[in-house]
């Protein structure tokens, strides 16, 4: 089993929809969960960034963490053809030894047509 | 913001070349990574340094070696390229050894090996 999962979709839904992003690990050591938005031929860039359970937002962006169930989720309120891409969800460990190197999901492809 | 710069975005080479594929940034932080991204496969890290002239191997170090004699600039080496080397190659960096800072990606390489 992979540490770190994500369903790979594609899921497509349509422009204004409310998009929900899972991902679950197994690895109860992780502290820290990422997502980073990767669009087509350009890197990954980090999109929100959290420590402790619980929600977390920044604009149409919702990002929860269960920690007792080992499940992230990030929300997209509104969604707009420009957040087409592929989002990956990526947990660290807390201050040890390697604790810098992240574990990332293979990502999900997200396509929000108009 | 952190700017990671990776020197080329497409390169094409031949089987047995020795390639080199370079990044820099200009934050100041100490540790960098190199990454492949191929569909299916998720991110892959394939070597990483958290200091100048220190190196560590990640899941995937075969073929591939690495060079940091400057803080800013991490290098990764194919010494001698093959087809199975097709592939996205991403720099990253992150500030410290410990705390919650995430990494930032350069834009990547795409690299073609014929």
């Known amino acids: 089993q992979k540490e770190v999962e994500q369903d790979p979709g594609p899921l497509s839904v349509p422009e204004g929809a409310i998009v929900s992003l899972n991902c679950t690990y197994s690895?109860?050591?992780?502290?820290?969960f990422m997502w980073y938005r990767q669009y087509s031929r350009k890197g990954p860039e980090l999109l929100m960034y959290?420590?402790?359970?619980g929600n977390k937002e920044d604009g149409r962006f919702t990002a929860q963490v269960d920690k007792s169930s080992k499940y992230i989720s990030l929300f997209i309120r509104d969604s707009q053809p420009s957040d087409s891409a592929t989002y990956l969800c990526?947990?660290?460990?807390?201050?040890?030894?390697?604790?810098?190197?992240?574990?990332f999901g293979r990502g999900t492809s997200l396509i929000v047509h108009p | 913001d952190v700017k990671v710069t990776q020197s080329s975005r497409y390169l094409v080479k031949r089987t047995g070349e020795k390639v080199f594929l370079e990044c820099v940034q200009d934050m100041d932080h100490e540790n960098m990574f190199w990454y492949r991204q191929d569909p299916g496969l998720g991110l892959r890290l394939i070597y990483f340094s958290y200091d100048v002239k220190m190196k560590e191997k990640g899941d995937i170090p075969e073929g591939y070696s690495v060079s940091r004699e400057k803080k800013e600039r991490f290098s990764l080496i194919l010494e001698s390229a093959s087809t199975n080397q097709t592939s996205m190659y991403l720099c990253?960096?992150?500030?410290?050894?410990?705390?919650?800072?995430?990494?930032?990606f350069g834009d990547g390489t795409r690299l073609s090996i014929l």
């Open positions: 690895n109860s050591a992780f502290q820290y």
């Open positions: 990253a960096s992150t500030p410290g050894h410990s705390g919650g800072q995430p990494q930032h």
């Open positions: 990526a947990n660290r460990k807390g201050a040890s030894g390697g604790s810098y190197i992240p574990t």
């Open positions: 959290t420590y402790s359970s």
